[in-house]
């Protein structure tokens, strides 16, 4: 009998780890304190997606968390690699999505001796992340793969920070005798009691409104959402990963829940007399509660206890996962037999709903068919709109106004018809967002709507979508500016200070033609349907350059600035 032990690195116990909780990529560029966990994911047979840039691999790991409801995992190196993607992770931690970002770093004995991108990287990270961990033996490494895995997705999803210094992952381990760790946490309470307090909170309203945040979407509510809004005639509308659980086809779904959007959310969240928020927060896309009034009854449900009451007191706060606790409120209009009651008690607030949507959406019809010159930004995300229609087609935002149009035009029939950044509003994710999407669904396709100032962020990665072979369109919606802040300078100027918001004309196509792409000049309105048409038979990354109106003002300014001025109030 042999009794040898058999004894590896440290980094060998990575691989059996990742393959434990199903690792499908890891995203990264390539540097040498991290070469041994990529020798792992080799091992395991699983492919590495290497970037430009470590800030859009963290980008592509964070939208494919968001997608798939799996941890993203993104590999750098130490020092640059390590600090490259702190604004990626900071986007994470504020969207709640699951990524898991493994830094290289220096031994100790190499710590103070001013070594090549020597540096402590745990004191800048744990601010950010929603857990910040530290291997300090290799006999642990599948512990601590498993403790990262766990604090990324349950509660509420987020990022986690793993250390892996160079010489744990290079110790001698005695492979045999290494626990192999690995548990799943499922537990979805729900209070039955606060479930019948809802419900009659509910009953005793005339006007009631359900917004279905990204918390919706985390538990999978979709379904059980929809039943609940047929049973009892509740308008509902949807926000952040939210948007298309329900879709907005539906007769009682109402869109997005922006008032910057036209439609009746405005009117909704004014009048409403008992608001109901499904896993989505009193923020930025609420205007941080500053229109909501006192009169009305807010009933908050999220899984993180903390997050109830931030800037508004709450009526009735449940801390809960949103479908099981919409699941036990579908039981109890079954059996109290209240389904048709509430529906008629509603349907005069429907239908004052659904005027006024008819009215604002014609009002907003000035930009999206306009036929100017140069385009109306407005218009070409209409026409964008109108032509990927399919319940599986994806479009990107990236910018300032340039989001803002998608926010205000696109129609979401399903999850992820529309991927933008966040609260924290950061430039430069669209491409990354865009390729991992495309690795995510590569039957879809998948545009990224781009404002000629993010454009230049992560430009170079339409090279890793032309070698990775996921080809996605590209439309920069180019006026020239940096048009959000040119905008905030114009309103409070009267001029734009010199030589900082203007851009000037880039051919963006043309970058993407020496790159391998496909590229596209656009000037007028009806070129544009074509435009997309010959883009995606093409099945090359394309760019399509449009050049639009500097002079119109995007509806993100535009609330940016009323923002702004009911806060000074």
Known sequence: MNTKLETKRGWSLITDAFRAWEVEYIFSVPGESSTPVARAAEEAGIPVISARHEQAAAFMAEAYGRMTKKPGVILVTFGPGF??????????????????????????KSHDKLGLQDMRQEPIIESVVKKSIICRKAERIPEYIDMAFRHAIHGRPGPVFLELPIDVLDAPVDFQSVPRLKTSVKSRPVDAVEAKAMMEMIGESTKPMLVAGSGAYYSGAGTALREFVEKTGIPVFTIKFGRGIVPDTHPLCFEAANALRPGCAGLATFNSDCIVLLGNRIDMYSACGIFFRKEQKLIQVDIEPEEMGRNNSIDLAICSDIRVLV????????????????TK??????????ENEKNSKEMGRTDTHSDALPINPGRLAREIDDFLDREDDIVVADGGDTMSWVLTTRTCRAEWNEIMSGLYGCLGMGIP????????????????????GSMGFNFMEVETSIRKNLPIVIVVCNNNLWGMTANSMKARFQHYIPGT???GFVPYHKAVEALGGKGMLVEKPEEIRPALEEAFASGKTTCINVVTDPNVIGPGSKA???????IVE
Request: aromatic share 6%; charged share 20%; hydrophobic share 45%.
């Open 501 to 503: 918001v203007e851009i």
């Open 83 to 108: 600090t490259n993607t702190v604004s990626s992770m900071v986007n994470a931690r504020l969207s709640n999505s699951p990524v898991i970002l493994i830094a290289g770093a220096h031994a100790p």
């Open 560 to 566: 940016m600035a009323m923002f702004e001025e009911k």
């Open 433 to 452: 967002y865009g390729l991992a999407a495309k690795l995510v669904k590569p039957s879809s396709r998948v545009l990224c709507f781009m404002g000629d």
């Open 345 to 354: 008690q509603f349907s005069g607030w429907v239908s004052e709903l659904r």
């Open 327 to 342: 699941e036990e409120c579908i039981r109890i209009v079954d059996k109290e037999k209240i389904g048709n009651s509430l």
